[in-house]
């Protein structure tokens, strides 16, 4: 059973569901989401559909035929007008049957009667063709005095329909976006919107992080990309180095004489900037033997994945699932859940996500229970003279999740099961606090989660106190660090 998410334009009046939920129910569809609020939005219906896939074409088809499906992104011009109209019986009529003759949507109206002859009926218009605005207003005029107001879309009164049409707008010249990449990206802030209001959220401060999310990231492209990187010895034969840039994941190449082994590669949309940062560091890194490793199969980790075909990318039984997922349009793991669904889908979007094809994937262990409360081992990973243990969590913070521990050397990578937020730079902190928001948490189980903090912070205390010094940790976010005290994650 397929899913499709149909970002519909309807008339404000009665029937307008019901004629969509008809077409729907007349395919075998099923409603899996549907939302609309007057308040902010007063034509936008948003509606998820499970159905086959020819069920879908269909259902699509029929929508589109009666004018309901959004085929473009239209700006629609708002305006305030002050009407003097009679205080007597029907005197509004006649504005109204302009408004309507000019397809004019009315986004607020609002008037009291005092003792004056006359009332001043403040109209807010949603108007599609901004080339009617002078002959619809020379129209009202030949009936009754007409004022224009000074207005702006921030005014709380104001139909908040330009609240997804600019935001809309804003992101596809931003992210050079598709029509329907577009409407996708609308589509799945609504839907962010839609819990968050449930919760008691502003729809402006959801619409606020939401921006916020897009332009940090857009923000350190190309030449403004700025990232530090770490470079530790490890042994005689192994060096690490931790690249940690503004926005995503930190990218850890180990690097030996023979191979270079790397564990994570943060988002997608940073591919070209990295791979510069990759030829410095390395200047034979076109030739060298790679292999990937991933912490957890979230889309800030894994966005450098495809853009290497012929390299190995190994990875537990539950993160080849999680990718299988993604390639064919199934909710993954951080997708079970409203909460995490609609910010998964705009961090794909903006950060330009492909999944790795699963052929390339190999597979590290076979018999893992699909649930568990501890660390499990489920494989190793050589390099240099440096043998590490791959340790499988219990998914507190996304299902699949590992970490990476050499006794020897004193190290541990964590990824998000512990990260090193007192390390953060003003940047990375103002970052790293949109995805709580619009989540409420980064984690999809935080009992788990807590519990398995706590068993890798065993982990990494015992490795400290056998090799008598204490052990690095390399989270999956700010700089390599040290674990003091067995209670916070301080500076290197």
């Given at each position: 059973m397929a899913q499709k998410s149909f970002v519909t334009s309807v008339p404000d009046q009665s029937g307008t569901f019901l004629r969509a939920a008809g077409i729907i129910a007349s395919h075998d569809g099923n409603i899996a989401r549907?939302?609309?609020?007057?308040?902010?939005?007063?034509?936008?219906?948003?509606?998820?559909?499970q159905a086959p896939e020819d069920k879908l074409l269909q259902i699509e088809d029929e929508l589109s035929d009666i004018g309901y499906l959004k085929k473009k992104i239209t700006e629609t011009r708002v305006i305030e007008v002050s009407v003097k109209i009679p205080d007597k019986p029907g005197a509004v009529l006649p504005v109204l049957e302009i408004l309507n003759r000019y397809n004019v949507n009315i986004s607020y109206m609002n008037s009291c009667a005092d003792e004056n002859p006359f009332q001043e009926f403040k109209f807010g218009l949603l108007i599609e063709n901004p080339k009617i605005i002078k002959t619809l207003l020379d129209h009202i005029s030949k009936i009754y005095p007409i004022d224009i107001i000074e207005c702006h879309s921030s005014e709380e009164n104001l139909d908040n329909t330009v609240v997804y049409i600019r935001l809309a707008n804003e992101m596809?010249?931003?992210?050079?976006?598709?029509?329907?990449?577009?409407?996708?990206?609308?589509?799945?802030?609504?839907?962010?919107l839609q819990?968050?209001?449930?919760?008691?959220?502003?729809?402006g401060k959801v619409f606020d992080h939401i921006r916020r999310f897009a332009y940090s990231v857009n923000r350190w492209r190309g030449d403004a990309f700025q990232v530090n990187i770490q470079k530790i010895n490890?042994?005689?034969?192994?060096?690490?180095?931790?690249i940690q840039p503004y926005c995503g994941s930190n990218t850890y190449v180990l690097v030996s004489e023979e191979e270079v082994v790397l564990i994570d590669t943060g988002f997608a949309i940073y591919a070209e900037e990295m791979f510069h940062i990759f030829n410095?560091?390395?200047p034979d890194w076109n030739t060298r033997t790679k292999k990937f490793y991933i912490t957890h199969a979230d889309v800030d980790h894994c966005g450098l994945l495809f853009k290497f075909q012929d390299a190995e990318i190994i990875v537990n039984q539950k993160s080849a699932e999680n990718f299988r997922r993604q390639v064919e349009g199934l909710p993954d793991y951080r997708e079970q859940t409203a909460l995490h669904l609609g910010y998964s889908k705009i961090s794909q979007i903006i950060s330009g996500y492909v999944p790795p094809g699963v052929n390339r994937l190999k597979i590290l262990d076979s018999t893992t229970p699909e649930e568990h409360d501890s660390?499990?081992?489920?494989?190793?990973?050589?390099?240099g003279d440096l043998d590490f243990t791959i340790l499988e969590g219990s998914g507190g913070h996304l299902y699949g999740e590992m970490i990476y521990c050499c006794r020897k050397a004193g190290v541990v990578f964590t990824g998000d099961i512990l990260v090193n937020i007192s390390g953060f730079s003003q940047e990375r902190a103002e970052f790293n606090s949109l995805a709580p928001y619009l989540m409420k948490s980064v984690n999809v189980d935080s009992e788990k989660a807590r519990h398995m903090?706590?068993?890798?912070t065993e982990l990494i205390?015992?490795?400290?106190?056998?090799?008598?010094?204490?052990?690095?940790?390399?989270?999956?976010?700010?700089?390599?660090?040290?674990l003091v005290d067995g209670k916070i994650l301080a500076k290197e």
């Open positions: 549907v939302s609309y609020n007057k308040a902010v939005d007063l034509h936008t219906l948003f509606i998820d559909v596809q010249k931003l992210l050079g976006l598709s029509t329907e990449k577009t409407m996708q990206f609308i589509s799945e802030s609504n839907r962010i819990v968050l209001e449930s919760g008691g959220e502003n729809a490890l042994s005689n034969l192994v060096t690490l180095f931790c410095n560091l390395f660390l499990l081992p489920i494989g190793r990973m050589a390099i903090r706590r068993q890798v205390q015992e490795i400290s106190n056998q090799n008598m010094k204490p052990c690095l940790v390399c989270g999956g976010h700010g700089p390599v660090a040290k």
